[in-house]
Every structure is written in structure tokens, then in C-alpha cells.
């Protein structure tokens, strides 16, 4: 933990009749560590099917989000939850698909805590 982290603390609060509270903490998951999604974006449904095979081999076990404009649909593609967006899957996915249908976003932290996070200092048990 370094001073100016910013950090997102789970546990519990103990409030008593003093002034002074305590915050019991369960897990502390560093923001800087949240796990990114790309999100690829398709004309239509068609042009989808035709891609979904060579975009599921560019992922590597990644979960994705797809877009679908003519439809105005997103479809998430679940993952393994260990693959991590590295930059080589990004510059591929934007090479394969163009830069500007590839987008990068930071996963929810309360999406996190009900997907079974791992804790850091478990060794990857989950938590």
C-alpha cells in the first residue's frame, strides 16, 4: 500500500458510544489492478457471425463486449477469469477489426466483488 493509491476497501464498520469508529477490512483491491474489457464494435449482426470465429481466436479466453450498431445491441462473451488484456491482443483486435471499433473500459468493481474476486493475499483463492 503506498501513500496516494487509490484503493477500494471492503470489510465492515464498528461503531460504539465513543466518538471514534473502527473500519475492519476484508479485502482492498487496488485500482490500478482492475482487470479491462475490450468492447469491439460491428456494423450488424452479420458482419458479427461472419468475424466470431477469429475474434474468439484473437481473445485468447478473454471476455469481450460486442456491439452490435444496426441492432443497437451489446452481447457480453464470457471469458476465463484469469486472461488478462495484454497489448498485444489490443493492437491485434485493432488491427483485425480497425482502431476506431475497439475500445477499452475498466471493469466494474461491484461487477468484481459479485464475480468472486481474488484475493491478493490468498495466492488467488477465491474469495
Known amino acids: 500500500l503506498e501513500e496516494g493509491s487509490r484503493v477500494f476497501i471492503r470489510g465492515r464498520v464498528s461503531l460504539g458510544d465513543d466518538a471514534k469508529g473502527k473500519l475492519i477490512c476484508a479485502q482492498i483491491l487496488f485500482f490500478d489492478e482492475l482487470p479491462q474489457e475490450p468492447y469491439v464494435l460491428f456494423p ?5 457471425e461472419l468475424e466470431r ?4 481466436r484473437l ?9 452490435l450498431r444496426e441492432e ?35 471493469r466494474n468493481v461491484r461487477y468484481l466483488w ?14
Open 44 to 48: 450488424n449482426r452479420a458482419a458479427y
Open 53 to 56: 470465429t477469429r475474434l474468439a
Open 59 to 67: 481473445l485468447k479466453g478473454m471476455s469481450c463486449v460486442v456491439t
Open 72 to 106: 443497437r445491441q451489446m452481447k457480453r462473451l464470457d471469458g476465463l477469469r484469469t486472461a488478462v488484456l495484454t497489448e498485444e491482443i489490443l493492437r491485434d483486435l485493432k488491427e483485425a477489426f480497425g482502431e476506431e471499433n475497439v475500445a477499452v473500459q475498466e
Open 114 to 127: 459479485s464475480a468472486g474476486l481474488r484475493d491478493r493475499a490468498a495466492g488467488g483463492a477465491p474469495v
